[in-house]
């Protein structure tokens, strides 16, 4: 049988990055718990690999199968691609705009009002994250820190678990299968919304029968503040994973017989 | 300063529910609040646990990414949880968030989807719940 598997990974990342560790707190599905996959959505997920081949042994199916990761507290993934983005200049504008508009209020009569409005509006703006790269260095991203109902996350004000945590990221699969060369992963571009623009994914040699560990490397995001600078600092991780690769005769899936025409008259 | 919030996702098998025509064992709740004393995490079974103030939101999340699926309704006892839907500034989305009135001992509450390409209705079996104490 040909198989497209998807594999969803969510991350409660900040218990994770409190454990310093993702054991208890990562959950991983997939769709094909009525085809043999076993413990779905927690840590310990067994996917089935159910492979095909032809009378002299090669491989008759092809296998795919993606991986996908998220958060759970996050803004809602039916939101557009672009919503943080949009949503960040709007609120850039709307400060612009009170900004501008500053020396029309009403309640506004000493210099030192104007100074405690704008100060004020300044901090209902909240902070643009920056990312931390390789060299240690943090840039600008322009995306607002928000909370996980789209408004300016407020350190202090807001409790953690209003974050709207940046999205972990998968950076490679490495391990027995992948030694092994039971599956052969890639990073894919993709339109979908919730793979953010990337995947990984991989194709499956269902000619090697048996059950086989590998490796998924995942990048979190800690937000850090520091001398009024908001940035997202990355956590690496990994988490173990199995694949359990079968392999039976290919059969007509509607006479259950060997292939051959469809019984049709 | 604004009250707890706890984020619910629900990871539905939306092809697993359409072909066997009910919820049942095709839907999956996670929360971020296992620390704090939510359990049976990663099950149709969560019991997310609350305190009175707390705010909830909950988020559905398809298995197939391409497929349809919306969250319509939340049937909650609304002495314990005052439920009201959500739209996310400078967009049309809306979610459903549920503000907690009144701490409950142990309160059952079910969700109204909708899934795939005819939208058609599905509510989840009487399984998740809401924990005090």
Redesign the interface.
């Known amino acids: 049988m040909s198989q497209e598997i998807?594999i969803?990974l969510?991350v409660?990342i900040?218990?994770a990055i409190?454990d310093n560790s993702l054991e208890?707190?990562v959950?991983m599905?997939?769709?094909l718990?009525?085809e043999g996959s076993i413990n779905?959505?927690?840590g310990n997920l067994v996917t089935a690999v159910n492979g095909t081949h032809w009378q002299d042994g090669t491989q008759a199916g092809e296998i795919i199968i993606n991986w996908?990761i998220?958060t759970?507290?996050?803004?809602?993934?039916?939101?557009?691609r672009n919503?943080h983005s949009?949503?960040s200049k709007?609120i850039e504008n709307n400060t612009l705009h009170n900004i501008h508009h500053l020396h029309s209020k009403q309640d506004i009569e000493t210099v030192e009002d104007i100074k405690s409005r704008y100060q004020s509006i300044m901090e209902e703006k909240g902070h643009s994250a920056h990312v931390i790269d390789a060299r240690g260095e943090a840039t600008n991203t322009g995306l607002v820190v928000m909370?996980?109902?789209?408004?300016p996350y407020h350190p202090g004000?807001?409790?953690q678990?209003?974050l709207s945590h940046q999205q972990p990221v998968i950076t490679n699969i490495t391990g027995e299968a992948v030694d092994l060369g039971v599956i052969f992963p890639v990073q894919l571009g993709t339109p979908?919304?919730?793979?953010d623009g990337w995947y990984w994914c991989a194709t499956a040699d269902s000619g090697k029968t048996g059950t086989y560990k590998y490796t998924i490397h995942i990048t979190l995001f800690k937000l850090k503040y520091a001398n009024g600078i908001a940035s997202w600092e990355p956590v690496k991780m990994t988490w173990d994973s199995q694949l359990k690769v079968t392999s039976e005769p290919k059969r007509n899936g509607f006479t259950k017989g060997a292939m051959s025409f469809l019984p049709f008259k | 300063m604004k009250n707890r919030t706890i984020s619910i996702i629900v990871i539905v098998d939306v092809v697993g529910a359409l072909a066997s025509g009910s919820l049942k064992d095709n839907i999956y709740f996670i929360d971020n609040n296992r620390k704090r004393g939510s359990e049976k995490e990663g099950t149709g079974e969560l019991k997310t646990k609350v305190e009175m103030g707390d705010h909830l939101i909950w988020n559905i999340l398809p298995l197939e990414p391409e497929a349809f699926s919306q969250l319509v309704d939340i049937v909650i006892d609304p002495e314990y949880v005052e439920k009201r839907i959500l739209t996310f500034k400078d967009s049309d989305i809306t979610g459903w968030v549920g503000e907690v009135r009144k701490s409950p001992d142990i309160l059952p509450y079910q969700l109204v989807l909708k899934l795939g390409n005819e939208h058609q209705e599905f509510i989840t079996p009487d399984s998740a719940f809401i924990i005090g104490g």
């Open positions: 998807s969803l969510l409660d900040d218990a409190d208890s707190n959950y599905i997939d769709n718990r009525t779905e959505c927690s996908l998220s759970i507290s996050c803004l809602p993934p039916a939101l557009p919503y949009h949503r709007m909370d996980v109902y789209g408004d004000e807001s409790k678990s209003d979908v919304v919730l793979k």
